[in-house]
């Protein structure tokens, strides 16, 4: 098979959707196939070492669809048909439906070719109380309901995003729900070499008190600015903890909390990409913080996957959680995590609690998530799905 990849943002900017982009045609390559990524980042000063290809669209394509529909969606069509007359692709998946999706979906159509659209967060999912979303705007909302349908085949992370698309009058047998991966060998590598003390003096964090970890960008979604007041009550139940949060932008927590320091609360930006691979993500140092702490809490509100949950599973961390859109699709209560109702900090305090006291049930969640992140997430797993997924869309055609 020959597969194009079409996706905004690419090497030397990452993300998870970026890095899953990568991980899927590493691993369809390695396999045989084709890969060819197609986006719209100028290109980087250094070609990285890959076993598949990447090809630049003009940088402001997306602007122009958004800002000049008419302009960006005839240079669009314009570049996508050259591609295809040139490299004969077998099938495109679009990740992110809004802006390429919705502006490539009638090239595809018009010209019969078999096409993918895997929506990554705020291109399928709205969440009105914080802005969330693409579809609050009527205009792209108007659009997504009349695009998205025209795709032959759709991948959705969670069943939470599977029921997005179904409420877009997408047919059940188009989308084939696909998590998003880890490299599992890399974490179980990092968790049996590493050094927790040493890693817990590296970023000032104390050797012998709890370690709480929260890993993700600072986001209204994300929930962190309960952080502060689970610790807060944490602190009044005579709790001796580290709270790390990991992430860009995670700062402003600080920021806007001014006791976070008071409160073992410590803010960690950047982690340099080991052996200077940007496609080395989670970093080793990131995957060695994960290995060195004690409990994982993401108090998010929504998710359309949850990344760092499977990250954290992969680590043997015992999950915290909250009973989120996205979150409730990857963890089970009782059996890889914990849960408790979304936006209630004092119940997040007091599942922290609980499980410090419960080591019997601490160990059991540790070892199903090792367990589970292998049988379920581990990326040639998940590149088995896409394949699948792509074999079912071209045997349609």
């Given at each position: 098979?020959k597969?194009?990849h079409?996706?905004?943002?690419f090497y030397p900017?990452f993300?998870?959707?970026?890095?899953?982009?990568?991980?899927?045609?590493?691993?369809l390559?390695d396999?045989?196939?084709?890969a060819?990524v197609?986006?719209?980042?100028p290109?980087?000063?250094?070609?990285p070492?890959?076993n598949?290809?990447i090809?630049?669209?003009?940088?402001r394509?997306?602007?122009?669809?958004?800002?000049?529909p008419l302009?960006?969606k005839?240079?669009l069509e314009?570049?996508?048909?050259?591609?295809?007359?040139k490299h004969?692709?077998?099938?495109?998946?679009?990740t992110?439906?809004?802006?390429?999706?919705i502006?490539a979906?009638?090239?595809?159509?018009?010209?019969?070719?078999?096409c993918?659209?895997?929506?990554?967060?705020?291109?399928?999912?709205?969440?009105?109380e914080?802005?969330y979303g693409?579809?609050?705007n009527?205009k792209?909302?108007s659009l997504?309901?009349?695009?998205?349908?025209?795709?032959?085949?759709f991948?959705?992370?969670?069943?939470?995003?599977?029921?997005?698309y179904?409420a877009?009058?997408i047919?059940?047998d188009?989308v084939?729900?696909?998590?998003?991966?880890v490299?599992?060998a890399?974490f179980?590598?990092?968790r049996?070499?590493s050094d927790?003390?040493?890693?817990r003096?590296?970023?000032?964090l104390?050797e012998?008190?709890?370690?709480i970890?929260t890993?993700?960008?600072?986001?209204?979604?994300?929930?962190?600015?309960?952080i502060p007041?689970?610790?807060?009550?944490?602190a009044?139940?005579n709790?001796?903890?580290?709270w790390?949060?990991?992430?860009?932008?995670c700062?402003?927590i600080?920021?806007?909390?001014?006791k976070c320091?008071?409160?073992?609360?410590?803010?960690i930006?950047?982690?340099?990409?080991?052996g200077?691979d940007?496609?080395?993500l989670?970093s080793a140092?990131l995957i060695e913080l994960?290995?060195?702490?004690d409990?994982?809490?993401?108090?998010?509100?929504?998710?359309?996957?949850?990344?760092?949950?499977v990250?954290?599973?992969?680590?043997?961390?015992?999950?915290?959680?909250?009973?989120?859109?996205?979150?409730?699709?990857?963890i089970?209560d009782?059996?890889?995590?914990?849960?408790?109702?979304?936006?209630?900090?004092?119940?997040?305090?007091?599942?922290v609690?609980?499980?410090?006291?419960n080591?019997?049930?601490?160990?059991k969640?540790?070892d199903?998530?090792?367990r589970?992140a292998?049988?379920?997430y581990?990326?040639?797993?998940?590149t088995?799905k896409y394949i699948?997924?792509?074999d079912?869309?071209?045997?349609?055609?």
């Open positions: 098979m597969i194009a079409l996706i905004a943002q900017y993300g998870g959707a970026e890095i899953c982009v990568h991980n899927v045609c590493r691993t390559s396999n045989g196939h084709s060819t197609i986006c719209t980042t290109p980087a000063d250094s070609k070492d890959l598949y290809d090809i630049h669209l003009f940088p394509t997306c602007g122009l669809l958004v800002k000049s302009i960006g005839l240079y314009y570049a996508l048909s050259k591609l295809q007359k004969k692709f077998d099938l495109w998946q679009v992110m439906g809004y802006p390429l999706g502006y979906a009638d090239f595809f159509k018009r010209n019969k070719i078999p993918v659209l895997r929506c990554c967060g705020e291109d399928i999912q709205k969440y009105p914080i802005g693409y579809r609050l009527r792209a909302d997504v309901k009349a695009k998205y349908p025209l795709f032959d085949g991948v959705a992370l969670t069943p939470s995003v599977m029921e997005e179904l877009l009058g047919p059940e188009k084939a729900i696909i998590p998003n991966g490299n599992t890399k179980a590598e990092i049996m070499k927790r003390a040493a890693v003096r590296k970023y000032g104390s012998d008190s709890l370690l970890l890993v993700g960008r600072y986001h209204p979604k994300k929930g962190f600015d309960e007041e689970i610790a807060k009550i944490l009044g139940k709790i001796a903890f580290n790390a949060v990991v992430g860009k932008n700062g402003q600080a920021a806007k909390f001014p320091q008071s409160l073992g609360i410590k803010t930006e950047n982690f340099a990409k080991s200077g940007v496609f080395s989670p140092e994960y290995c060195a702490s409990i994982f809490v993401l108090p998010t509100l929504i998710e359309t996957f949850g990344m760092v949950l990250e954290a599973m992969a680590a043997g961390l015992p999950i915290v959680t909250t009973d989120a859109p996205g979150v409730r699709d990857v089970d009782g059996e890889n995590g914990l849960k408790v109702p979304v936006g209630n900090p004092r119940a997040v305090a007091d599942m609690c609980f499980l410090v006291k080591s019997e049930l601490s160990r969640l540790s199903n998530s090792i589970q292998k049988d379920s581990d990326w040639e797993i998940v088995g699948a997924l792509y079912k869309i071209l045997k349609g055609h």
